[in-house]
């Protein structure tokens, strides 16, 4: 197996994963990363040592063209990810995650190259009915908007000019190596918090609902994807949900994570509550029967997913 696959934010939580797999499984991989401690630790953590490794950012073209020497598929995982950031910092989410997204569009409708792009479910807003790619996008955060911005370019590109693209809407990854922190998502920084004996925070009245995808579930999606962008043009243009459609409430979540975690640990932790966070959506439960067409089905339950992580994140 000879093709390159260039992966934007190739060091990143989805990135990492990603990238480590497209390794095990022969392929030549190219990662584009800006530089930075955590993503240095990344490329050791995951073993990225066998790839080709570029630092910078998708800001840059001449930067970008320099990564795309060789490559057969662009998967574009880069991007700022992060709620309450945007809302504090809302232009520079909009300059990476649009325009970084614009310049990626350049390059490969220049050198012909097809783009597997990484969107989200943020995109589309609270709707009470289950999200399908045919639901209105609806995105109650700045940062929502700048994925739902990037999201159309891409396939206004596909109508536009002609280029082969597709673009996955996942619905909240978990797994190894996800970012904690002030930035960071729920499951590590609450795990760490428990681990540490700091109560845990929930905004709202906990009743808001996501569904939670385990990372080796969304990487098993991708790998049927790339096969398809790289031999087909099955999913050109197509927007695909990645979703397990099962509703959890972030009460039971917190529940479920305390319930884990004491029986490892002698935690003391408990729940707080705070008032609700200005752009949080309520509910986010997908349809990704389109997805499951292609043979494919989520392994990891909620439970089987924190119990992974929890292994592999912190040793328990």
């Keep these: 197996m000879n093709k390159r696959i260039l992966v934007t934010g190739g060091t990143g939580f989805q990135g990492s994963?990603?990238?480590k797999s497209l390794l095990d499984q022969g392929y030549n991989v190219t990662i584009l990363n800006t530089p930075g401690e955590k993503n240095d630790r990344n490329v050791k953590r995951f073993e990225l040592e066998g790839a080709k490794i570029i630092w910078g950012s998708i800001n840059n073209k001449d930067v970008i063209l320099k990564a795309l020497?060789?490559?057969?598929?662009v998967i574009n995982t880069a991007a700022k990810i992060h709620v309450d950031d945007s809302i504090k910092h809302p232009t520079k989410y909009f300059q990476t995650n649009v325009m970084g997204t614009h310049n990626l569009l350049e390059a490969v409708r220049e050198?012909?190259?097809p783009l597997m792009h990484i969107s989200t479910c943020e995109v589309y807003g609270f709707q009470d009915d289950e999200l399908n790619e045919e639901s209105p996008l609806m995105p109650n955060s700045p940062y929502a908007a700048s994925k739902a911005a990037a999201d159309r370019m891409v396939y206004a590109y596909v109508v536009t000019y002609g280029i082969k693209a597709c673009i996955i809407r996942p619905f909240n990854v978990f797994g190894f190596g996800q970012k904690s922190g002030e930035c960071g998502a729920v499951i590590p920084r609450w795990s760490n918090m428990i681990l540490n004996n700091q109560d845990i925070m929930i905004y709202g009245d906990g009743k808001q609902s996501r569904e939670f995808i385990h990372i080796n579930d969304v990487i098993s999606a991708y790998d049927i994807l790339i096969d398809k962008l790289l031999n087909t043009d099955?999913?050109?243009?197509?927007?695909?949900n990645i979703g397990t459609g099962?509703?959890?409430f972030i009460k039971e979540l917190a529940d479920t994570l305390l319930d884990i975690l004491r029986q490892k640990t002698n935690s003391t932790s408990?729940?707080?509550y705070e008032d609700a966070r200005p752009g949080e959506v309520k509910k986010f439960i997908s349809n990704s029967d389109y997805m499951k067409s292609f043979g494919w089905e989520p392994k990891y339950d909620l439970k089987k997913g924190l119990t992974d992580y929890l292994k592999r994140e912190f040793n328990l």
């Design 246 to 248: 099962v509703e959890v």
């Design 270 to 272: 408990t729940i707080v």
């Design 17 to 19: 994963n990603l990238s």
């Design 234 to 240: 099955d999913i050109n243009g197509k927007v695909i």
């Design 69 to 73: 020497e060789g490559v057969d598929l």
């Design 111 to 113: 050198l012909d190259i």
